[in-house]
Nanobody
Framework: QVHLVESGGGLVQPGGSLRLSCTAS????????VGWFRQAPGKDREGFSC????????FYADSVKGRFTMSVDIAKNTVNLQMNNLIPEDTAVYYC?????????????????WGQGAQVTVAS
C-alpha cells in the first residue's frame, strides 16, 4: 500500500491558479488508478479527476472540466493537479488517493490510500 503526501494549496483570488502535488512512496503508481477528491464543509467528498497512467484513461467532473488538469509523473511517482480559473465554489480540502487496480470510475469508496489533505481557499 502506498503512502501519499500532498503539497501545495493555499489562498488564491478568483480567477487565479494553484498547483497541488501528491508524492507516493512504497510502490510504483504505474499499476494504480489515482484520483483527486475534494470536500467542502457540509458536503460529500467529490471525486472530480481520476486517471490510469497505464492506459491514459482519465475522468473529469463537469465542475472542473476545462479548468483543472491532472497528470502523473511515473519517474517521480508523483500526481499533479494544475487548477486554473479558480472560483469560490472550488474552496475545499483536496485529497489525492490511489487504488491498486485499474478502475473506470472516480468513486471515493473504491480508493484505499489517501493523502493528508490540502486546503484550497478561493476568495477575494
Amino acid at each position: 500500500q502506498v503512502h501519499l503526501v500532498e503539497s501545495g494549496g493555499g489562498l488564491v483570488q478568483p480567477g487565479g491558479s494553484l498547483r497541488l502535488s501528491c508524492t507516493a512512496s512504497g510502490d510504483n503508481l504505474d499499476y494504480y488508478t489515482v484520483g483527486w477528491f475534494r470536500q467542502a464543509p457540509g458536503k460529500d467528498r467529490e471525486g472530480f479527476s481520476c486517471m490510469r497512467s497505464r492506459d491514459g484513461w482519465s475522468f473529469y467532473a463537469d465542475s472542473v472540466k476545462g479548468r483543472f488538469t491532472m497528470s502523473v509523473d511515473i519517474a517521480k511517482n508523483t500526481v499533479n493537479l494544475q487548477m486554473n480559473n479558480l472560483i469560490p465554489e472550488d474552496t475545499a480540502v483536496y485529497y489525492c488517493a490511489t487504488i491498486f487496480a485499474l478502475v473506470g470510475r472516480c468513486y471515493a469508496p473504491d480508493f484505499g490510500s489517501w493523502g493528508q489533505g490540502a486546503q484550497v481557499t478561493v476568495a477575494s
